[in-house]
């Protein structure tokens, strides 16, 4: 079965700096394919989830989500095996730099592959890194870490995309 339907991606973290950098007018147009099956096959993903406005709390220790653990309120744990997608968005108005690194306890080496890597994001940057075959997620390598060494709280949205196979 094909489902074929509409996904629209609000692009909050645009600053006007940036439309005038570009002659005064953005533009961004995006082809998405999302295919929704078993979490088996290449390509494929059974488990989506979003953070609207995860809080990544004042000082360094930040916090840490946890890829098989992490429940919503819809249907549960996202239990990924495979992370195909990830998108981070960080909030317009955060006053500091928002570090996402693997975890302290079971670090996830899938996107970032060594402990010391790390992606950092300005406020309103936005990132979103895919991959068919996926990255693994296992028990001793689960947890992502957002964190920063500011004194205020910042915000960062969060989606993946996984496979629970």
Do not use: C, Y
């Not at 390509?43 to 360094?60: D, E, M, Q, T, Y």
């Amino acid at each position: 079965m094909t489902t074929r339907g509409t996904i629209a991606i609000d692009f909050l973290g645009v600053r006007n700096s940036d439309a005038a950098n570009l002659g005064g007018s953005l533009r961004a147009e995006a082809a998405v394919a999302l295919v929704m099956g078993d979490g088996v096959d290449v390509g494929k993903v059974n488990r989506i989830h979003s953070i609207a406005a995860l809080v990544v709390p004042a000082g360094a220790a930040g916090v840490e989500l946890d890829l098989v653990t992490l429940a919503n309120l819809l249907d549960g744990a996202l239990g990924a095996a495979n992370v195909r997608g990830l998108m981070l968005i960080a909030d317009p108005s955060n006053v500091d730099e928002i570090t996402v690194s693997p975890g302290d306890s079971d670090p996830w080496l899938g996107l970032l592959k060594t402990a010391a890597s790390a992606v950092s994001l300005q406020a309103g940057d936005f990132h979103a890194f895919g991959s068919s075959a996926g990255w693994p997620v296992s028990a001793t390598s689960k947890t992502i870490k957002f964190s920063h060494d500011g004194a205020t709280d910042n915000r960062v949205q969060i989606a993946i995309l996984a496979a629970s196979a």
